[in-house]
Structures are given as C-alpha cells and as structure tokens.
C-alpha cells in the first residue's frame, strides 16, 4: 500500500466502513471514471458521511490509489500449490488469471487507469506493481521448474501476450465480446509453441 493511500493517524478505524467506502468507491469509478467520479458520489453509494471517506483516505487520489491495489489483489494469482506437473499447474495459473482480467470490472479498470495516463502516472505504475508484474513472477517461477531459469522472465511476458491474444484488445476497445474458451484454445496454442521452441531454439545467425 502506498503512503498516501494509508488512513491518517488517528483513533481506531472501523474496517467494515472502509470496505464499504471501498466498494462504493469500485461501483462509482468504474461507472463514471476517476475523473468524473466524485467523492460525494463515493459517499452516497457506500452510505457514510464524506468526512468519513477523508478520515479513511487523505484525499481522491489516495482512495483512488487504494481501489487500484485492492482490485489487483485477486488477480495476482499464486502457483498452484497440488502436486500436478508444473506445466499443468501452469495452465491452471494462466487460465485464472485470464479470467481474472477479462472480467467486466477488470476491463472498466483498466481503460480507466489508461484515460488517467497523463494526469496520474503514479497510477499507472502502481497498477502494474500490484497486478501484472506479479503474475509474470508467478508464471516465471513456475516455467523455471522444468525450464530455463535464464529466459523464465522473457518466456513469462510472451505467455501473458499470447494468452490474451487479440481477443484482450477485443474486450478492452469494446468491438468483441470472445467467448471464454477462445482464450482457452490461445493459451494451449501459447504453451505448445513456446515448449517446442525452448527443446529446439533458433540458433542465431551468422554472419
């Protein structure tokens, strides 16, 4: 969590309310945008006083900033820990984070955190702090079992692209609406090619 984002010293905080602030902070921005959003707004969805919000988060951009991290939070999927193969486990962890990013809030996020680029870079830094560079460890991690360690973080950033493929861009731009198994069909695609490529790589040319 970053400095801003934490609550201001003080007496003990209630955690329900800012749960609450929280998700009417999620059902206000994703509508409306962090730019639009208000804090008024914020303050009628989740039912508190504005003076509420402001003893949780020490300004718009703090919760902006807390709503941000708490969205990624389940997208920062883990290995999974049962004793299957470590290409399994693999699948498994690229198809729940797939999931986890297409899902209509995952898309509203990050359109919004794109329109904000310019107005608030920390954002956008934050966002792939909390978010996709932790799912490129985890995948890389798990491509190092039984893999190259070397090239794991290079192989990890091409399974995420071809994971999501262009049916991410489809979602995102609002010109598609793939269905969850085109996603599914991308990542076997994904992992056939790169497992035949890391038992035969391309030499580089000489000169």
Same mark, same amino acid.
């Given at each position: ?12 905080? #209630? ?9 009417? @902070?999620?059902? *206000? ?36 900033? @807390? ?8 997208? *920062? ?20 984070? *797939? ?22 870079? #920390?954002?956008?830094?934050? =966002? ?8 490129? *460890? ?44 085109? =996603? ?5 695609? @994904?992992? @056939? ?15």
């Amino acid at each position: 969590m970053t400095n801003s984002a934490l609550p201001r010293p003080g007496r003990v905080l #209630d955690p329900a309310k800012r749960a609450a602030i929280l998700e009417g @902070a999620r059902v *206000v921005f994703m509508r409306e945008g962090f730019a639009l959003g208000s804090m008024d707004a914020v303050a009628a969805e989740a039912g508190v006083g504005k003076q509420t919000i402001y003893r949780h988060f020490r300004s718009k951009e703090a919760l902006v900033e @807390a709503l941000v991290e708490a969205m990624c939070a389940p997208e *920062v999927v883990r290995p999974p820990t049962r004793p299957l193969p470590a290409a399994q486990r693999l699948r498994e962890l690229l198809l729940a984070f *797939v999931t986890g990013v297409t899902s209509p809030d995952s898309i509203r996020l990050y359109r919004a955190i794109v329109a904000e680029a310019d107005r608030m870079p #920390d954002l956008g830094r934050l =966002f792939w702090e909390a978010g996709p560079r932790q799912v490129r *460890v985890a995948i890389a991690q798990l491509w190092a079992e039984e893999h190259d360690a070397e090239t794991a973080p290079v192989v990890a950033e091409q399974l995420v692209q071809l994971a999501l493929g262009d049916g991410y861009q489809e979602l995102v731009l609002g010109t598609g609406s793939p269905k969850p198994e085109v =996603f599914g069909h991308q990542i076997d695609a @994904a992992l @056939a090619l790169l497992e035949v490529t890391s038992h035969h790589p391309v030499c580089p040319a000489e000169d």
